[in-house]
């Protein structure tokens, strides 16, 4: 994609590369990616396309870099105001090396300005002193210095090579480094070179309150990866992460592993699953669950329908007939709708429906006195190895963080041969109101969904094979908001988040819902409300 150059706040000296959200837009605030010496905003290379599947990306060039002017003044609090005069009101900050000590500072300063904070081979101090050793010797710092003052230009091509050492990737990084054409005033560089050996960010890390991820490369020949102890001991807050077989720039030798780590940080500390919540909301939904759950209840039904058909290879030691299926489950059963369905297709079998909520368990039982029911959570399963022949689950594994847990777990109950056939929301589910929501506040609303891709690599990493998974989108039509509202909380679907964006919903807010969802309205009585729909089928 292309990004736009536009102004940030009301500074228009300053302009950052734009990069629209090109997905489902998960987080509401930008996320701003800040450079490291030596470098422009050119350094990000394809991160920022990356991140711009789920938010609005700015890159930002440091004064005297790239677009950006020079300032009068280097000091620390110089750039600390200088920064916040060009970032929004409040937003996510990334920063690679310098750009990460001035991030930190940052956010230590203007906690309220920082949603969260992400550092690329960011150190304490760049140069070692006696109190702090991990880091590169004051020597040859000096001596850097003194290069950069008689020669600039030569002074750059050694810093190439000292980023791209140590990396598994080095000779590429090198060449696509010396490709890259920078723009640096040689005042600025100096300044910026001499504040970077004089900053100390101890007490700055140590102040931070936002959820904060500091990445490192094990090879790196400037950060090194032995850093990340000292800093990870300073605050709780910060999680440290240390990629294998990376040096100084690990988001241009691995950026889909960076891109990863950073979409799993902020999911967690974004959006977290109450599971007791959870539980709770579905064992009140119980009694009205399967009349509102009519799009729930039409999707299951044909995925039942197409258990046992073979649209893909299926190994000799797979079971090929109902008829020889004696270990059934219905994994998130709810009130236990399917579980005959399931009687019915596999007459030979035990069907168990399991469950999160013990309320709607005993709900099931109540209307289903043949059936024999399990509480239980699908990412720690209450089943023995290798006991079950297959899992069925319509709309329920959505509930689940951990995707690689959940893929292991249903791995490990599962026979060999055994089969599993899942159905859940997608990403795009619901984004008209996600979309709506959006324009009231920033909180979340609107419960998350792991993409295709995400089942997929999960699936693959537990073992699994011969998958098949489809994805297909439907619109229902509401004849108002609050129908939709009212709908997904009779199923229990409603917003389960855990985190501290989780609160009550005013009258204020829902009319101010309201009218944003109007956007949407394509006939008098008719809102539509998208849904993905990712069926899944594979064999153990």
Request: include cysteine.
């Amino acid at each position: 994609m292309n990004a736009a150059v536009v102004p940030l706040m009301s500074n228009p000296s300053c302009a950052a590369k734009y990069y629209p959200c090109t997905g489902v837009r998960l987080y509401a605030r930008p996320m701003v990616l800040l450079h490291g010496w030596g470098m422009d905003s050119q350094i990000w290379q394809s991160l920022p396309q990356r991140l711009s599947q789920s938010a609005d990306i700015m890159t930002l060039d440091l004064p005297g870099f790239g677009s950006s002017p020079p300032l009068s003044d280097y000091s620390e609090n110089a750039l600390h105001q200088w920064l916040a005069e060009q970032l929004p009101a409040r937003c996510y900050l990334i920063g690679l090396s310098l750009g990460g000590m001035l991030a930190s500072g940052f956010a230590a300063r203007y906690p309220q300005r920082v949603e969260g904070l992400i550092t690329l081979s960011s150190n304490l101090c760049f140069a070692a002193n006696d109190a702090y050793v991990s880091a590169m010797h004051p020597q040859q710092f000096a001596k850097f210095i003194e290069a950069w003052c008689d020669d600039h230009n030569s002074c750059l091509k050694r810093f190439v090579g000292l980023q791209a050492q140590g990396d598994s990737q080095q000779r590429q990084l090198m060449r696509a480094l010396r490709s890259l054409q920078v723009e640096i005033d040689r005042d600025s560089g100096e300044h910026l070179l001499r504040l970077l050996g004089e900053m100390d960010n101890s007490i700055a890390l140590s102040q931070l309150q936002c959820p904060t991820l500091a990445l490192f490369g094990r090879h790196d020949a400037l950060v090194p990866a032995a850093s990340a102890a000292n800093i990870a001991a300073l605050n709780s807050l910060i999680d440290c992460h240390i990629i294998e077989g990376a040096g100084h720039l690990p988001q241009l030798s691995q950026p889909e592993k960076v891109s990863e780590l950073i979409s799993e940080f902020l999911a967690r500390h974004h959006y977290a699953l109450d599971k007791a919540k959870i539980a709770d909301s579905f064992g009140r939904a119980a009694a009205l669950y399967d009349r509102a759950a009519q799009l729930q209840h039409q999707v299951g039904e044909q995925a039942i329908a197409k258990l046992f058909t073979t649209p893909t290879p299926i190994s000799a030691t797979t079971l090929t007939s109902p008829a020889q299926l004696t270990k059934v489950i219905d994994l998130g059963c709810g009130t236990g709708y399917h579980c005959s369905q399931l009687q019915a297709r596999f007459p030979n079998a035990t069907i168990t429906g399991i469950d999160l909520s013990p309320a709607m368990l005993a709900y099931a039982a109540e209307h289903n006195p043949q059936g024999q029911w399990l509480c239980g959570d699908a990412e720690d399963l209450p089943l023995q190895n290798q006991s079950q022949e297959l899992i069925f689950s319509n709309f329920a594994l959505q509930w689940c963080e951990n995707l690689p847990r959940l893929s292991a777990e249903l791995y490990r109950v599962l026979k060999p041969g055994g089969r599993i056939s899942i159905v859940i929301p997608g990403p795009q589910t619901l984004t008209e109101l996600r979309s709506a929501w959006q324009q009231v506040d920033d909180r979340v609303h609107v419960n998350r969904f792991y993409a295709l891709s995400d089942w997929q690599a999960a699936l693959q990493q537990a073992g699994f094979c011969d998958l098949e998974l489809v994805s297909e989108q439907r619109v229902q039509q509401h004849r108002s908001v609050r129908e939709l509202l009212m709908e997904l909380k009779q199923v229990g679907a409603h917003n389960n988040n855990a985190g501290k964006q989780s609160t009550l919903t005013g009258k204020q807010q829902l009319k101010a819902l309201y009218a944003a969802y109007e956007q949407f309205r394509v006939a008098p009585h008719s809102l539509p409300a998208s849904w993905e729909i990712i069926s899944i089928r594979a064999i153990k």
